[in-house]
């Protein structure tokens, strides 16, 4: 088949068109190369640090930083599995 292209379109008939996008399931061989290629995940880093400010009532609670942005933006988790971003300045070293 003929790729679908914008030129020929408006000379198909509707019971013609074919999708352009197609979805075929994956051979064995190439599921085998799909996971053999994928990494490891990353080691989780202890946690490394204590909230210092009062929000969310989580005032010195010990939590890692998963994530870091723009402006001095952190995103958090905390021991329990709670995850919010906040600023880099709420935080201690442990």
């Known amino acids: 088949m003929d790729p679908l292209h914008m030129d020929d379109a408006a000379n198909r008939s509707v019971g013609q068109l074919e999708p352009a996008i197609r979805i075929l399931p994956l051979t064995d061989a190439q599921a085998a190369g799909a996971t053999s290629q994928q990494r490891a995940p990353a080691a989780i880093p202890s946690i490394a640090y204590v909230y210092r400010w009062d929000r969310q009532g989580r005032k010195g609670q010990r939590c890692r930083v998963f994530a870091r942005g723009t402006?001095?933006?952190?995103?958090?988790?905390?021991?329990?599995?709670?995850r919010m971003v906040s600023s880099g300045n709420a935080l201690r070293r442990a």
Do not use: H, P, R
């Not at 402006?71 to 709670?82: A, I, K, R, T, Y």
């Open 71 to 82: 402006m001095n933006s952190v995103g958090l988790e905390f021991e329990d599995g709670f």
